[in-house]
């Protein structure tokens, strides 16, 4: 079984885009596979994660990459949804075509366009990711994250500051990022502080605490083994992992979020490493409550604890473990799909020394955490890099 590789990533800037999502995916595909060193036509299979769901009229989003490159018309092409984590399906499916020897070369791009859409809309469309039957009534995503973090409040204590410290450190580090939506440090008083400009959104959550509606693309070009020996750059997978968890917030307890840590378990399992021996992780942080439910599943703290990690600076650039250094969703924007391609993408870039933002410092393992829904859907990596 072979064992694939990143070999080419290209990732555009997060944000307001004018650009018509067929030009987006067109854009960052065009140049990961320049980045690989190979053409269109050497492009075996197309692995395309676009969420939709009513945020564009044009569905059948895979077929698109073939009206901008006619070498890549009679490609076959899949298209991917699972919700925040359609990205990360999209990659998966590509890793796993290649490793059965059926493909030799995979292109996954992740797009997604949202701010063409009216407040309402996409309200709508991102409640579709929770259990609707019974969670209609929160009204928004944020309102089942703001559920789930009264839960947490109400079981460890008010943690608004613990929040505010996750959305300070993620904007600090966004601020460094020029492909994040935000670039700017807004700092932890005004993150903790509720006011004109940082109202409760859900309460106790802030708009702060609640990542952007964004537009965005990025793609990555997987290769068999024989393909990557001849590459410039790349990356592969020490480990991974994938697990579910039951829809319905009402059959589970959210706050253990017992799918996230069976995917990162299977992943830290599979590299033979814990989570310490990571140099840093891109994690889900849509909202800050769930950055911190992630320091207790994958066994940073202990659960109740989290707020002990911001408390000495572990999760900082430069502390024990750096949670993500990209400025993560909260600062660099979450258009859906898109979403955990540029999670590997910007990881894949740490790795080989070419961050377009902070640079870790020599990393050898990166750890990479995807969630679609509340921790419904949950996809981890352990990336290394080859050369």
Known sequence: MSSPAIIGWSHGKFGRSESPLPQMMADVARDAIAEAGLEPADIDVIHVGVFNNGLSRQGFEAALPGTV?????????????????????????????????????ALVIGAERMTQASGHDVNEVLLSASYREEEEHYKSFAGVFGEIARQYFDRYGDHSETLAKIAAKNHANGAQNPLAHMQKDLGFEFCNTVSEKNPYVAEPLRRTDCSMVSDGAAAL?????????????????????????????????????????????????????????????????????????????????????????????ATEVGGRLPVNPSGGLKAKGHPIGATGVSMHALAAAQLTGRSPGIQIESPELAGVFNMGGAAVSNFASVLERVR
């Open 221 to 313: 070009v997987l290769a068999a083994e024989d393909v990557a020996a001849s590459a410039p750059l790349a990356v592969t997978w020490r480990g991974m992992g994938n697990a579910n968890d039951v829809l319905p917030l009402s059959q589970r307890d959210p706050l253990e979020m017992a799918g996230a840590r069976a995917a990162m378990d299977q992943a830290l399992t599979a590299a033979g490493i814990g989570i310490d021996d990571l140099d840093f992780l891109e994690t889900h942080d849509c909202f800050t409550i769930a950055e911190l439910l992630e320091y207790e599943a994958f066994g940073l703290a202990a659960p109740g604890q989290g707020h002990t990690l911001l408390d000495d600076g």
């Open 69 to 105: 490159f006619p070498e890549l018309a009679r490609t076959p092409a899949h298209r991917h949804e699972n919700a925040c984590a359609t990205g990360s399906a999209a990659i998966f499916a590509a890793h796993d075509s290649i490793a059965a020897g059926r493909h030799k070369t």
